[in-house]
């Protein structure tokens, strides 16, 4: 696989009668951050899921080769298993952020390592240094409501690096924010991932995110129909 952390081979995928994959061979390169670009209905977000492992394709494979050596096929894995690396591995952040509006920043970072098993207090401390790296020192107990769309997507981005996770899936991760705030999050997107060796791959429908990503694949029907390297 050479550099890359991800390999897609000839992805499959139908919705109904509709075929949202159809046929995609993809590679991401290790520390890489790649934009995934097209229409509505071309197949970006799906991919995207895909790669991760929340949806199996119906042919075609995944491989992951994590930094610690091996291959691992996640098509190939049970639910069980990929519900492992998206917990342990991956991170992902989403458009609207999906975080738990009853719980604060911290306990929403916290979260994500407690699940893997972190005691409390080691959790909170390891939420805590990652929202001041992120420019939220003191908002840690702040609900998610008492925040701006900005920090509440900054909290989501600390919430997928927490774990350590080596590579970070976002969808639409500014779609809703302005064009000052979407700057100041793809800031914190890259900062937080390929600026520390990891790997960011993102869906966007924004050129001005993309541009800032070192690669962007453009998808149409399900196809990967053309791919740009940043100048």
């Known amino acids: 696989?050479?550099?890359?952390?991800?390999q897609a081979n000839?992805?499959?995928?139908?919705?109904?009668?509709?075929?949202?994959?159809?046929?995609?061979?993809?590679?991401?390169r290790r520390g890489e951050s790649l934009a995934i670009m097209g229409a509505s209905g071309s197949g970006k977000t799906t991919l995207l899921h895909a790669l991760a492992g929340i949806i199996t394709p119906d042919a075609g494979s995944v491989v992951f080769a994590p930094?610690?050596?091996g291959r691992i096929d996640v098509t190939a894995q049970s639910e069980t298993v990929r519900s492992r690396l998206r917990?342990?591995?991956?991170?992902?952040?989403?458009?609207?952020?999906?975080?738990?509006?009853?719980?604060?920043?911290?306990?929403?970072?916290?979260?994500?390592?407690?699940?893997?098993?972190?005691?409390?207090h080691d959790a909170t401390g390891h939420a805590?240094?990652?929202?001041?790296?992120?420019g939220l020192a003191g908002m840690e107990d702040r609900r998610i409501g008492e925040l701006?769309?900005?920090?509440?997507?900054?909290?989501?981005?600390?919430?997928?690096?927490?774990?350590?996770?080596?590579?970070?899936?976002a969808d639409e991760p500014t779609g809703a924010l302005d064009s000052r705030t979407s700057a100041e999050v793809m800031d914190a997107l890259l900062w937080s991932t390929t600026s520390q060796g990891r790997t960011l791959v993102v869906v966007?429908?924004?050129?001005?995110?993309?541009?800032?990503c070192s690669r962007t694949l453009h998808m149409r029907d399900g196809l990967i129909v053309d791919a740009q390297v940043a100048a």
């Open 87 to 120: 917990r342990e591995r991956f991170g992902f952040v989403f458009q609207q952020g999906l975080l738990i509006p009853e719980l604060t920043a911290i306990e929403n970072v916290a979260l994500a390592l407690m699940i893997n098993g972190l005691k409390r």
């Open 204 to 212: 966007t429908h924004d050129p001005q995110v993309a541009a800032r």
């Open 10 to 28: 000839a992805l499959l995928k139908t919705y109904g009668p509709a075929r949202a994959l159809a046929g995609v061979n993809a590679d991401v």
């Open 1 to 6: 696989m050479n550099d890359s952390v991800l």
């Open 67 to 69: 930094a610690s050596g």
């Open 148 to 169: 701006s769309g900005g920090q509440a997507q900054r909290v989501a981005i600390a919430r997928a690096q927490v774990t350590g996770a080596e590579l970070i899936f």
């Open 128 to 134: 805590a240094a990652w929202l001041q790296s992120l």
